[in-house]
């Protein structure tokens, strides 16, 4: 399935590609994120090994990779709300 990358005023959001691996080396690497999440960072070897689930996720609308006027601005896991009809928007509004 075909997803657009998403705009905001200050962030992109993609679709999570192999591109994106150093990105997830960094920031899976840095022990102060991953001690909430694994518990401990991981090694270049395990988030490429963890590559080809990320980038083919079929839960939700998967994993995006976000960048902002800086660069790199982190990873997003995008699931729709269960308690929100699937043709609204956000906002509550009829798209």
Known sequence: MHRPDL?????TL???TDDDLPHLV????DPEV???ITGRA???EEVMADLPRLTRSER???LWSGTDAHGFAG???LVPDPDEP???TESGEEP
């Open 14 to 16: 993609r679709p999570l």
């Open 34 to 36: 991953m001690r909430f």
């Open 26 to 29: 960094a920031l899976n690497g």
């Open 86 to 88: 699937v043709d609204k």
């Open 42 to 44: 991981l090694t270049p």
């Open 75 to 77: 990873v997003w896991f």
């Open 60 to 62: 939700g609308l998967g």
């Open 7 to 11: 705009h905001t005023a200050r962030l």
